[in-house]
């Protein structure tokens, strides 16, 4: 950061050393994301000069990778707006017969220990299956909810990463919650059953 | 967003909810489970230094003004769009027919730094250079403007063996600023 801040010749030099900090570390996060490696390739470096060009901006007594890694899911999700990718929930496949039954009995359930190895498996792999339908359907949504998960993100930070206001990102979070039962409806159901 | 949505945002984000909250939140903590557990499972691995993509790197910082700029590259790339356009004309009658070991002959010129090429198919000859350049470490950017199929790419400096055979092969000259930047038009079939 120093470095940018002064500018000239070493720049270069502390663009390399950004780049074997946290190239691996983020081009893994933006692959999950993005699902190619080339494109995530290009997100990362597209990230590491936007942290160039916006040095002056970065709060010292925050840590770094934290502040580069909302810039990166800020050009995550400004990749997933491009059009034709976010499916409308009204459009999406409802819950249906015995899936809509258990998520609607969701409350009464715990979440399930898994008896075995194979259990396990089988959940594993549907969570894989349905989670891979979310990211399709609606990638803003299930890259906000991992990201939650993922980091125990607050509303502040989901509302600033996402442009919006306090309203607008509560309303975002609902509409991750719904989608979420919708898509991951067949996981649901394995999840809960047998209890 | 009433109680329940956040109740399951808490939850999803691993923070302890009410006592009340305790059932309505075994959704968004079956999700966390499964999401945390996906996360350590994954197997996507970059290596933490890599010569190329460092270059890469150092070339888009040029491009975008942080590092001096040797030989107007950044200012040539975004306005070589517009040049393209105006000297497409001027480039056709300093195409030079050469040699080469495609099956049909392959016109090149050069104008404002990009090598032009004609090509019967110039879609399947961007992707076999693409191809090519990638095999030989290079990241290759193609696209498609004007109706020509195009190829970018920052090539590593100092160029490799296996960039320059790649390039040997089409009959393309080592740019001298290391900035590669091909266009491909429909050859008319004769």
Redesign the interface.
């Given at each position: 950061m120093e470095a940018c801040r002064d500018g000239g010749r070493r720049?270069?030099g502390a663009?390399?050393s950004l780049?074997?900090a946290y190239?691996?570390l983020l081009?893994?996060e933006c692959?999950?994301a993005v699902g190619d490696?080339?494109t995530a390739?290009d997100l990362v470096?597209?990230t590491?000069?936007k942290v160039?060009?916006r040095c002056a901006s970065f709060r010292g007594e925050s840590e770094l990778l934290p502040w580069v890694r909302s810039i990166m899911r800020r050009s995550i999700l400004d990749k997933l707006r491009q059009p034709q990718r976010e499916v409308p929930l009204e459009h999406e496949t409802e819950l249906v017969g015995d899936a809509g039954e258990r998520?609607a009995e969701?409350?009464?359930?715990?979440?399930?220990a898994g008896e075995d190895a194979m259990k396990q498996r089988q959940?594993?792999e549907c969570?894989?299956r349905c989670?891979e339908k979310f990211m399709q359907a609606s990638p803003q949504h299930a890259l906000v909810?991992?990201w939650?998960?993922?980091d125990?993100?607050?509303?502040e930070e989901i509302g600033a990463l996402l442009g919006r206001t306090p309203g607008a990102t509560?309303?975002f979070?609902?509409q991750c919650?719904k989608r979420?039962?919708v898509h991951?409806a067949e996981?649901?159901s394995l999840?809960f059953s047998e209890r | 967003?009433?109680d329940e949505?956040d109740n399951?945002?808490d939850a999803?984000?691993?923070?302890s909810g009410s006592e009340a909250a305790a059932?309505?939140d075994?959704?968004?903590?079956?999700?966390?489970?499964?999401?945390?557990?996906?996360?350590a499972?994954?197997e996507?691995?970059?290596?933490?230094?890599?010569p190329m993509?460092?270059a890469?790197?150092?070339a888009?910082?040029r491009a975008?003004g942080?590092?001096p700029v040797s030989g107007g590259r950044a200012g040539r790339r975004r306005t070589g769009w517009l040049a393209a356009a105006a000297l497409a004309s001027i480039a056709v009658g300093v195409t030079l027919q050469m040699n080469t070991r495609s099956p049909t002959p392959i016109t090149r010129g050069a104008a404002s730094g990009i090598v032009r090429i004609r090509a019967p198919d110039p879609s399947h000859l961007k992707q076999e250079l693409i191809r090519e350049l990638e095999a030989a470490g290079v990241?290759a950017r193609g696209y498609e403007q004007l109706g020509r199929q195009g190829i970018d790419a920052d090539l590593p400096m100092p160029v490799t063996t296996q960039v320059r055979e790649v390039l040997d092969r089409h009959g393309i000259a080592l740019p001298a600023d290391g900035v590669l930047q091909v266009e491909i038009e429909p050859a008319s079939t004769p």
């Open positions: 720049i270069e663009l390399r780049d074997r190239f691996a081009h893994r692959v999950r490696a080339d390739r470096q597209e590491f000069i160039w060009q998520v969701f409350s009464a359930e715990q979440v399930p959940l594993a969570f894989e989670w909810i991992s939650i998960a993922e125990g993100m607050t509303h509560r309303e979070i609902s919650r979420a039962r991951l996981w649901y999840a | 967003m009433g949505d399951w945002f999803l984000a691993g923070r059932a309505t075994a959704h968004a903590r079956a999700i966390r489970a499964a999401i945390l557990s996906r996360s499972a994954e996507i691995r970059a290596a933490a230094e890599d993509r460092e890469a790197l150092i888009r910082a975008a942080l590092l990241h």
